[in-house]
C-alpha cells in the first residue's frame, strides 16, 4: 500500500483543524481568469503534513466544474471527472429528489448555488484562531479585485461549547480512520484511503476514476505519476471531491415539537421524557454517549466512545438505539443487508463513508444549550444551522447513496413510512408533510407521528478539491482559445 503523500494532499482533508476555532468560507467567481492563475500560483495552501497549533491560520481551495473550465482545463479532460460533478448539485428534478431538496428546500429559493443565484467558481477556506478569523479573511479580500475574483457569499461560522450543534448534542464524533494515515483503531471503522483521496485504492481494491493527462499536456512535469504504469500525468490524485450544504436548522420548532409529544397526561412539561425522546432521535445523548452503551441515561464518561455496533452489541432490533435514529441511519455499521452482523455487513458499509468537516453558523438559541433554556427563548430571529462539508472521492456511492438510500428512505432498515427525524425531507413536496419516528420497544412499539421538517437546505454545490500540485498546475494554463 503506497504511503499518502501528505505534503500535496490539502489539509483540511485529513486534519479537520480542530484546534482553529475560527473559520470563514468564502464563495467567489472568477471574472478575470489570467488574473485568478497568477494569484493561484502564489497562494500558500496548507498541507495535511503536520496538525496545526492553535496560532496557524490555513487556507485551502477547491473548484466547480464550471471554475475549472474557466480557468483554461480542458473539455476532454473535464470529461474525466465524475458525472454527479459534472452535472452539479441542481442541475435536475431527478437529484433533487434524490437528497431531498423539496419543498422550502428547493433550489430556487437558495441564497447561493442555486439556478437562480450567481455561478460560484471557487470555493476559499479559511481556518484561524477565533479572534484571527476576521484579520485573516480582510488580508485575503484585499487581494481579491487584482485577483480577478468577486465575493458571491462570505459564510462565516461559530464553535459552539462542548463541540455540539444547534439542536444540543455533541457533533463529530463518527469519523472513519484512513487506512495508511491515522492511528489503528478498531478495523470496523478503518476505511481504504482511496475512499476519500483519489488516486490510491478504494474498498474495491480499485482505483476511483479521475482526470489523467497526457504528458504533452503537462509540458513543465508538475502533476504526479500514475500509481500505475500507464504514463499518464495524474490531476486527481490527492485530490477529494468536497460537498458543501447550507443546513438552516429550526431549533426552536424542535424542543417545542418534543416538549409537545412528551407532556403527561395532565399536560405538564416532562424534561427528562423531552430528553430520552430527542436522544432516540439522535441516537446519542446530548453529552454524545451512544444508546446503545447507555440506553437509560446520559453518561458523560462516554462523550466521544465510537467503539460500538448494532447486532454485535445485542441491538439487533433497536430496543436501546432505535433502528430509525439519525446516527444509524447515517452510519449502519454492522446492520446492513445480506448479513446483519457480520464482518461481510461491516465491510458493505465501509464503501459508503464519508469524513465530515462541517462548521455550524448563527448564534445559538440559548448559550447553555440545554433544552429547558432553548424552549423559553422563544422563536428565533436569527438563522442558525450548519455548513456540512464532507469529502469523498464518489459522490453518487458515498454521499448521494446516504442521502437517499439510508437517511430520506422511508423503508431504511425494515420501516414503512419512517425519514431520518433529525434531517429527513419527509418524503414530499409539500414543505407540511409531516413525517413518524417509531420508537422500538416490547411488548409494544411507540409511534411519534406529526414530524415536521426541522432542516432546510440554503445554498450548495459540488466540488473539487485539488491536490497542491494540482493546484499549481491550474495556475499554468493557456487562457481558454
Not at 479559511?126 to 457569499?153: C, K, M, N, S, W
Not at 445485542?314 to 446492513?336: I, M, T, Y
Not at 497542491?468 to 495556475?475: G, T
Request: aromatic share 10%.
Amino acid at each position: 500500500m503506497p504511503a499518502l503523500e501528505l505534503t500535496d494532499i490539502q489539509g483540511i482533508i485529513l486534519r479537520g483543524y480542530g484546534s482553529l476555532r475560527g473559520a470563514c468560507f468564502v464563495l467567489l467567481a472568477v471574472d478575470d481568469p489570467g488574473a485568478t492563475k497568477r494569484w493561484l500560483g502564489e497562494l500558500d495552501l496548507r498541507s495535511g503534513q503536520t496538525r496545526p497549533s492553535a496560532a496557524d491560520t490555513c487556507v485551502n481551495i477547491a473548484f466547480t466544474y464550471g471554475g475549472l473550465a474557466r480557468l483554461g482545463f480542458s473539455s476532454d479532460s473535464l470529461a474525466m471527472f465524475a458525472g454527479e460533478f459534472r452535472e452539479g448539485m441542481t442541475a435536475t428534478k431527478h437529484r433533487q429528489r434524490i437528497l431531498g431538496d423539496l419543498g422550502e428546500s428547493q433550489p430556487e429559493g437558495w441564497r447561493w448555488g442555486g439556478p437562480r443565484g450567481e455561478r460560484v467558481d471557487l470555493l476559499l477556506m479559511l481556518y484561524a484562531a477565533d479572534e484571527q478569523i476576521e484579520q485573516t479573511y480582510q488580508r485575503h479580500a484585499g487581494r481579491f479585485p487584482g485577483a480577478g475574483l468577486r465575493v458571491i457569499e462570505r459564510l462565516t461560522t461559530i464553535f459552539l461549547p462542548g463541540r455540539k450543534e444547534h439542536f444540543g448534542f455533541r457533533d463529530g464524533i463518527a469519523q472513519p480512520l484512513i487506512e495508511g494515515f491515522d492511528e489503528p483503531g478498531r478495523p470496523g471503522n478503518t476505511v481504504a484511503a482511496g475512499e476519500f483521496v483519489l488516486g490510491y485504492v478504494n474498498a474495491y481494491g480499485q482505483y476511483t476514476q479521475r482526470p489523467l493527462l497526457s504528458p504533452a499536456q503537462d509540458p513543465q512535469g508538475i502533476l504526479p505519476s500514475t500509481p500505475t504504469a500507464s504514463g499518464s500525468r495524474d490531476f486527481g490524485r490527492n485530490g477529494s471531491y468536497l460537498v458543501f450544504r447550507q443546513l438552516s436548522q429550526d431549533v426552536g420548532t424542535f424542543w417545542r415539537f418534543l416538549d409537545d409529544k412528551t407532556r403527561t397526561a395532565a399536560g405538564a412539561a416532562d424534561p427528562a421524557a423531552r430528553l430520552k425522546l430527542a436522544s432516540k432521535m439522535v441516537g446519542r445523548w446530548p453529552s454524545g454517549a451512544p444508546l446503545v452503551k447507555t440506553p437509560d441515561a446520559d453518561n458523560p464518561q462516554l462523550a466521544d466512545d465510537d467503539d460500538f455496533l448494532y447486532h454485535g452489541s445485542g441491538d439487533a432490533h433497536g430496543f436501546k438505539c432505535p433502528v430509525g435514529s439519525h446516527v444509524r441511519r447515517s452510519n449502519p455499521r454492522d446492520a446492513l443487508e445480506p448479513d446483519p452482523g457480520s464482518e461481510r455487513s461491516i465491510e458493505v458499509g465501509k464503501r459508503h463513508r464519508i469524513i465530515r468537516r462541517g462548521r455550524a453558523y448563527g448564534p445559538p438559541l440559548a448559550t447553555s444549550m440545554e433544552p429547558t433554556d432553548m424552549l423559553a427563548a422563544g422563536d428565533a430571529t436569527q438563522e442558525r444551522g450548519l455548513h456540512f462539508i464532507c469529502f469523498n472521492t464518489h459522490i453518487g456511492r458515498q454521499f448521494e447513496f446516504i442521502q437517499h438510500t439510508w437517511v430520506n428512505n422511508p423503508k431504511f432498515d425494515g420501516l414503512y413510512t419512517d425519514d431520518d427525524p433529525l434531517i429527513g425531507d419527509r418524503g414530499a413536496d409539500d414543505k407540511d408533510e409531516a413525517g413518524t419516528f417509531t420508537v422500538q420497544a416490547t411488548p409494544v412499539r411507540t409511534r411519534v407521528v406529526g414530524l415536521p421538517r426541522f432542516v432546510h437546505v440554503r445554498g450548495g454545490a459540488y466540488f473539487f478539491m485539488p491536490g497542491i500540485r494540482a493546484v499549481r498546475f491550474l495556475a499554468t494554463l493557456p487562457a481558454p482559445v
